[in-house]
């Protein structure tokens, strides 16, 4: 009876210890993390050594050390940190594959990090990030077309992953595919209408709408059509977009703002790729034209390009969506109920 009560206080204080042990060790992350966030990266380290003498292992410890260290650009060590995380193979494992992938990005090692990030997604292939971070490496390398590919995919995954819309249309504008960039960066204003990104985007939307189209003069316009890309499925409606760019002098469009005549374009262009669907199939067509050209038969195109040039700043801009919440709110609603085929 006694042994049986010796054996049953050991295993308390054991249980008792572990617990305690695990407080503390928390106790040590979440200061680290505080520490971390103040910009104290040092005074992070310090915390998260404490926490490893407690339990070297620790995924969260270990990851958050890394992430101190990639701030800290010391890359070597965040390397160090979050292969233990990886080896371990229990939490944080993805995080810790795009980390490492990242810092060796960083370090020149593109290679080395396109290979952490397929063996990373090997193990989470539904991860959007590990998708978005090697189209980003390929994009560096100028491999834009395996870089389109895992964009693509990341999207399927999550539609609403803004920074994947975004490094799409650039991807897509540095191989000439003027449509396929309009596409991308106009669902990446629509996610992100403001700030510094939406300004750069808004600016290199506005760029492709009136590539190729000059005014001489208000009786003189030329437009100088390419034929580089003509061959492809898009060919059609980049001259449509060259026309509706110089259609903007002619008669009926006299008297309108710079906002209605987008919202206009906008509109056309919608409806011109919406009427060509019928022919064409694939990842732009069934991913981006269904969506917009949804937009239009449901009378939303309006509502949508006044939100995604709010950027611009203009008081006309502003003074409509001020003005017209209701449409906004309709909009909003119709966006949120919407499914894209993947």
Known sequence: MKKSLRVILIFTMLVCKAYGQTDELKKYIDKGIELYDKGDYAGAIAEYEKA???DSKSALANYEMASTYFAMEKYDKAIERVDVVIDENKDYVDQAYILKGSAQDLMGKSKDAIKTYKKGLKNFPQSHLLHYNLAYTYYNMKEYK???GELQEALKI??????SHLLLGYIMRAQGSRVKSLLSFYNFLLLEPTGKRAKNAFAALDEQMKKGVTRESEKSTTIIISDSKGSDEFSAAELMLSLLEASKG???NEGKSEAQLFADKTKS???VLGEMKDKNKGFWWDYYVDFYYAMVNENKVEAFSYYVTQVKGDAEITDWLTKNKEQLDAFSKWYEGYERKK
């Not at 999550?158 to 920074?163: D, F, I, R, V, Y």
């Open 146 to 148: 395996d870089a389109e």
């Open 158 to 163: 999550k539609p609403s992953h803004a920074s």
């Open 250 to 252: 002619l008669e009926k």
């Open 269 to 271: 262009f919608f409806s």
């Open 52 to 54: 490893l003498k407690i």
